[in-house]
């Protein structure tokens, strides 16, 4: 009645989480583009003029490009700047996350219950640590920090270990947690190998790039090379493709910093550990 009525805020969050581009097809039409045909349509029906709803779509900026709504305006969020907005945005978090798993519970109970369980031990790390401070001051790293946090896992406060956590999540966990979608990337390479490849893509960017980017088919190349160094002798071409893919639009580690130049999507993660100098890889 109320979407009817003209009296909605609907909010669609996550586009970037849509299945895979040019991989998931419907009808002969990939995902994602099918959802955003619905999208403009369900626009065009509900959220013109006379109609007073309004609908917000949320993304990555990786995952999102620009125009592909155009009839909606644009806005990309900025940082969190202060101890205080981190707070606030855990706190929010937080009693999102109690509600969810408990929805019939008093709400000050909840807001209660986060304070003295949930903010009073994780503020005090953000606070006290540089390292973990810049890397909170994205909402995304800092939802990662905090599902690393609430796992019972400590937080490292030297730099090379902290990036690394972050990273690991990132690649193992954090797309499958938010999607339940297991990338197909994942049937022909290990997390490890994975982890390894963008280890010694890191350390070569880092070596060779002071800029710390690089054109989309600079990329491809040092994959493919990457990828024959490790003994993969078929189709490289397209599992590099599929490799960049997956780092842009899956874990977010890479980014289009500036155009047509793609680097790590945090320009501390230009140095990411786990590969020595001949790229060989670590144990464990």
Known sequence: ????????????????????????????????????????????????????????????????????????????????????EIEAFLLRWFIAYELETEPDINYNKVLQRVRKNRLDRLVPVIER?????????????????????????????????????????????????QTDHVSNLYNTLQTNDVYYLMSSLAYWLH???????????????????????????DDNDMLARRFLRHAREETGLLTERSPGQIGFFRSHFGGIPGCSRNGSKRNG
């Not at 490292?156 to 947690?177: F, G």
């Open 129 to 177: 640590w540089d390292s973990i401070r810049r890397l909170a001051e994205n909402p995304l790293l800092l939802t990662i920090l905090t599902i690393i946090h609430e796992t019972g896992k400590r937080l490292p406060h030297r730099r090379v270990e902290l990036y690394e956590t972050v990273i690991k999540t990132m690649i193992e966990s954090w797309r499958q947690a």
């Open 1 to 84: 009645m109320a979407l009817q009525n003209g009296g909605c805020i609907i909010l669609l969050d996550g586009l970037d989480e849509v299945g895979d581009i040019d991989e998931t097809d419907i009808r002969g039409q990939a995902l994602r583009n099918q959802v955003l045909k619905q999208v403009q349509r369900f626009a065009s029906r509900r959220c013109t003029f006379p109609s007073a709803n309004r609908l917000i779509i949320t993304s990555r900026v990786e995952g999102y490009f620009r125009g592909s709504l155009p009839e909606f305006l644009e806005a990309e969020l900025c940082g969190l700047d202060s101890m205080a």
């Open 207 to 233: 070596e060779n790039q002071p800029g710390g980017t690089i054109r989309e088919y600079e990329w491809q190349q040092k994959i493919e090379e990457l990828l024959a160094q490790d003994g993969h002798k």
